[in-house]
């Protein structure tokens, strides 16, 4: 389905989230070539971009996955957003399917391809902009579910870690960066002896012999997390 005529000569109000300058600015012209209001995004916050879609209500919001510094994951973006009253377009290069569910679970419309064609992008956005139903059921439900399915792996893949103290967490997270027991000791202001108990703790909670397994347990498994 391509826009028609009708949905050329009426104009729709669209806002793109991009770190990306000269994607979107391209995306921006050839958008407002077809009628389009557009307006990018500046703003470096959540709330700064909550805020300009509040006042800018636009029909549908452009979001891009990949933010770069300093928003960062464009998924945390959705739900502000969302709130605001804006319509979310994920367009993005991520194939990552869990990714995409969870940001059809914060409330996203749908997803667009950048590597699907210029053409293809601008017909998504014009369906997406209309209400159309840019996920057919059985492809919200897979995301759905893949996010799902990561969400049980992480857990399982954390779960270890949870028994640690929050003291036995802070030491681990030293010997993940690469300090010795010693230095431990040193920067908190403790026994070398108190270091080497806590240290022995984590062994038998994480189920491993030596420090450095330890080290490659917390490393295998994203330990710790950026939540």
């Known amino acids: 389905m391509t826009e028609t005529s009708d ?12 770190d990306h300058e000269l994607l979107a600015g391209t995306l921006a012209l050839a958008l407002r070539q077809r009628g389009h209001e557009v307006e990018t995004a ?17 029909v549908l919001v452009l979001l891009d996955l990949e933010l770069g510094p300093p928003l960062g994951n464009g998924k945390d973006l959705v739900a502000p957003l969302v709130e605001v009253g804006a319509r979310v377009l994920m367009v993005t290069g991520v194939i990552d399917r869990a990714r995409l569910g969870e940001c059809i679970e914060a409330g996203a419309i749908g997803v667009a391809s950048k590597t699907a064609g210029f053409e293809a992008l601008v017909d998504s956005v014009g369906r997406a902009a209309r209400g159309d139903q840019i996920l057919r059921d059985n492809e919200r439900q897979d995301l759905l579910a893949a996010a799902r399915l990561r969400r049980r792996a992480d857990s399982a893949r954390l779960a270890p870690f949870a028994s640690l103290t929050h003291r036995e967490k802070a030491v681990l997270a030293r010997l993940v960066a690469g300090e010795s027991a010693e230095t431990i000791a040193d920067k908190s202001y403790v026994s070398l002896a108190t270091v080497r108990t806590q240290i022995r703790a984590i062994l038998l909670k994480l189920d491993v012999n030596s420090q450095l397994a330890a080290v490659a347990l917390a490393r295998e498994a994203g330990w710790p997390t950026d939540e």
């Open 7 to 18: 949905d050329l000569a009426r104009p729709l109000n669209l806002l793109i989230v991009e």
């Open 42 to 58: 500046a703003e470096s916050s959540v709330t700064g971009i909550a805020e300009l879609a509040r006042r800018l209500a636009p």
